[in-house]
């Protein structure tokens, strides 16, 4: 049997390219997140897993409504390329990318759209070795979405399964991850799981860890996932955090591959601290993680606070891939993004926020020290983002246009600031980050520069 995908339109191809800064992602109902062409990524996907002489790929998905829809479709696409397809569930990506390993299989997809709003999804796409796809096989089966689908014979299709034991094995491995290193019992910690894919995990592994557990985003309808809580807005946290009178908080983000942390006062850890925390816990422990690797959107203070630790550390393209591209270049095991996208290559092979959380914790309770250390012992400089939102296909020209604002900056104020603007890789919008040491001035020109974009959120 034959089936010819719709062609993208032209502007779709153009400015949409299929792969983004971390896996494919687009608005339910428009190219490339329609039925028609996730069941081709699906089946192009199997054919290269299969002709490799792989025959076993696993899927997860977070709690979005439409993930039912997407997972029915790529179950159908892998089994008529001749996959077996394993049916996890709601499965957090990181654990996704933990299983596709232990498990054995030859690919793992997670469906989610990470942060994004219910309306979103994607596909982030892990080896069998559980580390993301490479460039090469990104472009490689973006060549091959205009290839006519052809189902195999009856007797070569896959089969699907439902493994029961899946949520149990990635229990245990987080557990494991900091056995005999880590005692919680007594400590109050509320859990914000942003009504995403750690909503019935994250709770599990605290609380058996010993831990008096309180969730909060826990209870996803399909709909609020992100929606006012988790990594991207941490007012419930950190209200919660106060008013329980917990010793500190946890957020995650949809997935689950993020995390904020909030200490008891409710102060905010983002991704700079949590990689200052680690590093320097590492190097206190005479361990060779040999350096940090950051982005460019990665705060100054914390650079500044390495070089006086003796740390090296180097800066990559925003993305959690090039991060951990970089890392092993260098051969250095730990990295990370400001935003909370921690990679700890000495347990995990992607950012996982409950393994990060607990690699902190950890940290904290070797050196003797709180999470309120961390924050007073590290000085970031102040620092405004602002998201302007354009349409896919304006983005390369919205990013012309502000080379003339950021030209019409002072030379003598310009040279005290940092700048970085940049399009976004997950979402319709341009991102505008400006830093430096006067905080008045930092969030004027961030927002002088975002309205010769547009109108900024």
Known sequence: MRFTPRSPSHSDSEYCPLFGTDGIRGRVGQYPITPEACLQIAWVAGSVVRKNGGRNV????????????????????????????????????????FLTKSMKADLGVAISASHNPFQDNGFKFFDYAGMK???????????????????????????????????????????????????????????????????????????????????????????????????????????????????LGIAFDGDGDRIAMVDASGRLLDGDHILYCLAKAGQRANRDFGGVVGTVMTNNGLEIALK???????????????????????????????????????????????????QVLASCQANDWSLSDIVEDLTLHPQVLVNVDVDNSSKVAVCEAIDGAIAAINPAIRDRLRIVIRPSGTEPVVRVMVEGEDPQLVDEIAYQCAHAIGDPR
């Not at 077996?84 to 957090?92: F, H, W």
């Open 58 to 97: 696993l899927i997860g998905k977070d709690t979005r409504v439409s993930g039912y829809m997407l997972e029915s479709v790529l179950e159908a696409g892998f089994i008529a390329s001749g996959l077996d397809v394993s049916l996890l569930g709601v499965m957090p990506t990181p654990a996704v990318a």
């Open 133 to 247: 796809l490479s460039d090469e096989t990104e472009s490689h089966i973006e060549k091959l979405m205009q290839s006519q689908l052809e189902t195999e014979n009856a007797d070569a299709l896959g089969k699907a399964t439902r493994p029961g034991y899946a949520s149990r094995r990635y229990v245990d491995f987080c557990k494991q991850s900091v056995n005999g290193t880590l005692d919680v019992k007594g400590l109050r910690i509320v859990l914000d799981c942003a009504h995403g894919a750690t909503y019935a995990i994250a709770p599990v592994v605290f609380s058996e860890l010993g831990a008096e557990v309180l969730s909060i985003g826990a209870s996803p309808d399909g709909r609020n996932i992100n929606l006012e809580c988790g990594t991207t807005d941490t007012r419930g946290l950190i209200k919660e955090v106060v008013e329980r009178r917990a010793d």
């Open 308 to 358: 006086k630790l003796g740390v090296p550390f180097v800066r990559a393209d925003v993305g959690d891939r090039h991060v951990q591209s970089k890392m092993t270049e260098l051969g250095w095991r730990l990295g990370g993004e400001s935003s909370g996208h921690i990679m700890c290559h000495e347990n995990t092979t992607t950012g996982d926020g409950i393994i990060s959380a607990l």
